[in-house]
Every structure is written in structure tokens, then in C-alpha cells.
């Protein structure tokens, strides 16, 4: 029994990378494919927020690239770490956007941040030396 489920955790960190990395490819390519205006029912501190960034003119077409390449590092195995690194800032943002400004899309936020953590603490180890106050200089030349 225990055999049988351990063999079955392994497979948990490749499900999480696949559940974080095609949503992210896909709505990324949504973002940079077929941009869309904020929904008229926003509440207005979240509307004027999603506005300035789309009248930028960069930052939405920019996160949405992040989101694609990011996904498709996820999907593909590839630098995972430095996807799930340029991947927090965004689910940060996101998790706080809707923590105050539109609480409506906070359940799938939450479990976007879920896998983002989980896969982070899988990927612990390459972390570890990120989160040293003091890093001693490489002697690399």
C-alpha cells in the first residue's frame, strides 16, 4: 500500500506544473491574442486599476508573454524554478487584487497560489540559497 502511494506522489509535482502551466499559456495567449476591456460590473477601484494598466500600452501584452513563457516552461519541465520566479509577482498582484479591490475571482486565485507554493516547495532546495540574508561571494572568476 504504501508502495502504491508513493509511486502515485511522484506524479504530483508534473499534475501541479500542468494545472499551473496550461492556464497560464492559455490565458496568456488570450491576453496578447484577443485583449479584452475590463468587465462593465467591476467595482471601481478595480476598474480604474485594470484601465491604467491597459492604457500603458505595455504592461498587459508584457504579462501576458510572461504568462505564455512561463507556462510553457512549466508544461515543458524546463527551468521550473525561474518560471515559479517570474510567475510570484504576478500572483501576488493578483491575490491582493482580489483580496481588496474585486473579491469575486479570489477562490481561483487561491488555488493558483496554491500550486504556485506547492511547486515552490518543491523546487525548495534552489530557493534556499535565494532566501540567505547573507551570501557570501562566489569565488567563481
Same mark, same amino acid.
Given at each position: 500500500?504504501?508502495?502504491?502511494?508513493?509511486?502515485?506522489?511522484?506524479?504530483?509535482?508534473?499534475?501541479?506544473?500542468?494545472?499551473?502551466?496550461?492556464?497560464?499559456?492559455?490565458?496568456?495567449?488570450?491576453?496578447?491574442?484577443?485583449?479584452?476591456?475590463?468587465?462593465?460590473?467591476?467595482?471601481?477601484a478595480a476598474r480604474a486599476?485594470?484601465? %491604467?494598466?491597459?492604457?500603458?500600452?505595455?504592461?498587459?501584452?508584457?504579462? %501576458?508573454?510572461?504568462?505564455?513563457?512561463?507556462?510553457?516552461?512549466?508544461?515543458?519541465?524546463?527551468?521550473?524554478?525561474?518560471?515559479?520566479?517570474?510567475?510570484?509577482?504576478?500572483?501576488?498582484?493578483?491575490?491582493?487584487?482580489?483580496?481588496?479591490?474585486?473579491?469575486?475571482?479570489?477562490?481561483?486565485?487561491?488555488?493558483?497560489? %496554491?500550486?504556485?507554493?506547492?511547486? %515552490?516547495?518543491?523546487?525548495?532546495?534552489?530557493?534556499?540559497?535565494?532566501?540567505?540574508?547573507?551570501?557570501?561571494?562566489?569565488?567563481?572568476?
Amino acid at each position: 500500500m504504501s508502495g502504491t502511494s508513493t509511486s502515485f506522489l511522484r506524479f504530483l509535482p508534473a499534475v501541479g506544473r500542468w494545472l499551473l502551466g496550461l492556464p497560464m499559456v492559455a490565458f496568456g495567449s488570450l491576453g496578447l491574442f484577443h485583449p479584452m476591456s475590463p468587465p462593465p460590473e467591476l467595482a471601481p477601484a478595480a476598474r480604474a486599476f485594470s484601465e %491604467a494598466l491597459t492604457a500603458t500600452g505595455y504592461m498587459m501584452p508584457m504579462i %501576458a508573454l510572461v504568462q505564455i513563457s512561463t507556462g510553457l516552461l512549466l508544461i515543458s519541465n524546463r527551468f521550473v524554478p525561474l518560471a515559479l520566479l517570474l510567475l510570484a509577482p504576478f500572483f501576488l498582484n493578483s491575490l491582493l487584487y482580489h483580496a481588496f479591490l474585486e473579491p469575486v475571482g479570489l477562490p481561483v486565485t487561491l488555488v493558483f497560489v %496554491a500550486l504556485e507554493l506547492s511547486l %515552490a516547495w518543491v523546487h525548495r532546495s534552489t530557493f534556499a540559497h535565494v532566501l540567505h540574508a547573507v551570501n557570501p561571494p562566489s569565488n567563481h572568476s
